[in-house]
């Protein structure tokens, strides 16, 4: 396809490709705002967080105060008891890696509808260049005729 195709396409769907771009940002601004809001909630008040809770709540919790890792290394039996708040410790941390990886998504429905609006723009300043060219040679053309 060349370029003047790529263009005549672009611009029969480019309202329907601003609604698009508009939506992601407005969208990714607002899972912004709010994850901003729960993190604010995180450290504030832990216990108050839904999302916070239901990822903990989703992960395998100990029901032991220890939990005990068995194996054997020369023939000898070895035993290695991890306190319960270790355990609890390493359930925060992946739940905070599953709270970057939402955060990642959120990076990219904006950066995806920037570049929609952005492509947007640079169809629109073509288009609009190119008939100002036509424009002043049509200009031109009326006044060398005369």
């Known amino acids: 396809m ?3 195709s790529i263009e005549n ?8 490709l601003l609604a698009i771009s508009i939506a992601l940002i407005v969208g990714g601004a607002g899972l912004m705002f709010y994850f901003g809001y729960v993190v604010y909630i995180l450290l504030s008040s832990p216990e108050q967080s839904h999302f916070m809770t239901y990822l903990l709540q989703q992960l395998p919790a100990p029901a032991e105060p220890f939990y005990t ?5 020369d023939g000898k039996s070895i035993e290695i008891n991890i306190p319960t708040p270790v355990l609890l410790y390493g359930r925060y941390i992946l739940a905070f890696m599953i709270w970057s990886v939402v955060g990642g998504i959120v990076v990219q429905l904006m950066s995806a509808g920037l ?3 952005k492509v947007l723009t640079q169809v629109t300043k073509t288009k609009n260049l ?5 424009n002043d040679a049509d200009t031109r ?3 060398n005729s005369r």
Not at 69 to 73: D, K
Request: aromatic fraction near 8%; proline fraction near 0%; hydrophobic fraction near 25%.
């Open 2 to 4: 060349n370029r003047e």
């Open 9 to 16: 396409t672009l611009s029969r769907f480019s309202s329907l």
């Open 69 to 73: 890792l068995s194996g054997s290394s």
């Open 115 to 117: 570049s929609i609006f």
């Open 130 to 134: 190119n008939q100002k060219e036509l």
């Open 141 to 143: 053309n009326s006044h």
